[in-house]
């Protein structure tokens, strides 16, 4: 279906369970996701009433900061690491949510494919996703349409709405972070390891890394765990409600995790975000020196699947 979202085009994917709003000119962000059982929002909404498309390589935080877009081939801007193509530049948060996708929608089938080409390098980024029941399947596969291997981080910036009753659901396995924010309050600077989830803030108060601070706090947390995450799953759970959404994915493909929370300390906004990631740490340059970057071979692709689940 075809419809219109904050004064731009959109598609809706919608069933009994779940309602999908995406915006092909928009990077093909999904940009809201409602749990029809319970009228939650679970992803994070700005204010604005009206949503402007950024242009190719715009900075990421001049523009509205709210749903979920494709981060691709970089978190923060970077040349691209070597080969033909060493020294291209590569905009902030990646090229891909802020060009125009091509997009064929089957809302009838509750599915749709979309792809988007860079500008400036050489591949092809593209998704299919399905809607069953309380399920999102998206299924991803880059390109590489040259004849060297093609090196990239992907990462799903998908800011969820929260509040202080929101917990970080993690495996068992994953003790340990590493700090990659600067400004934060709490971890240090960067490079600092805590153990998680339980730890002592540079103040020497007791912190716990799975809970969400209030929107006074006006912090802002960005961290790593330090091992992979080959359970391939994480999530978060909004204990006044028990709702929780769960993210799954291919371990091997996506072996690391990274989590964002800005409680009032970037614009004001109120958000967190899990962000299962194929290399470390937000920046593509640094990720290929300590060898923790996905490759496409050359004239080859690679394929990852990820699920996201309203329980």
């Not at 998704?127 to 990462?155: A, G, M, R």
């Not at 947390?221 to 291919?250: M, R, S, V």
């Not at 996506?254 to 906004?269: N, S």
Request: aromatic share 14%; glycine share 6%; hydrophobic share 35%.
């Amino acid at each position: 279906m075809t419809t219109m979202y904050k004064g731009l085009p959109a598609n809706l994917l919608e069933n009994d369970f779940l309602r999908l709003t995406f915006l092909p000119s928009y990077g093909c962000k999904l940009a809201s996701l409602v749990s029809k059982k319970s009228g939650r929002e679970f992803l994070f909404q700005s204010q604005a009433d009206t949503l402007k498309v950024p242009p190719y390589a715009a900075p990421f935080s001049e523009y509205d900061s709210s749903g979920f877009d494709e981060v691709f081939p970089s978190i923060d801007a970077c040349p691209y690491p070597d080969g033909p193509f060493k020294g291209t530049p590569i905009p902030d948060h990646g090229e891909v949510w802020a060009l125009p996708w091509e997009s064929h929608f089957e809302a009838d089938k509750l599915q749709f494919t979309a792809s988007v080409k860079s500008l400036c390098l050489p591949y092809i980024f593209s998704k299919e996703v399905h809607l069953k029941d309380n399920e999102i399947t998206f299924s991803y596969t880059v390109k590489n349409t040259s004849q060297t291997p093609f090196k990239f981080i992907w990462t799903p910036h998908s800011l969820l709405a929260c509040s202080p009753a929101t917990r970080l659901l993690i495996p068992d396995n994953l003790t340990q972070v590493m700090t990659v924010e600067h400004s934060t309050q709490h971890l240090g600077p960067w490079g600092t390891k805590h153990p998680y989830p339980h730890t002592i803030d540079v103040h020497g108060q007791a912190l716990d890394l799975a809970a969400t601070e209030p929107v006074t706090a006006n912090n802002c947390e960005k961290f790593y765990f330090t091992a992979p995450n080959t359970d391939g799953w994480c999530g978060i759970e909004h204990t006044d409600t028990h709702e929780q959404l769960i993210y799954t994915y291919d371990a091997d493909q996506v072996p690391y995790l990274g989590v964002w929370k800005t409680q009032g300390g970037y614009r004001g906004d109120y958000n967190i975000a899990l962000e299962p990631c194929t290399g470390v740490y937000d920046d593509l340059y640094a990720a290929n020196k300590i060898r923790r970057v996905a490759q496409a071979e050359a004239n080859s692709t690679y394929s990852w699947n990820f699920k996201m689940t309203v329980r």
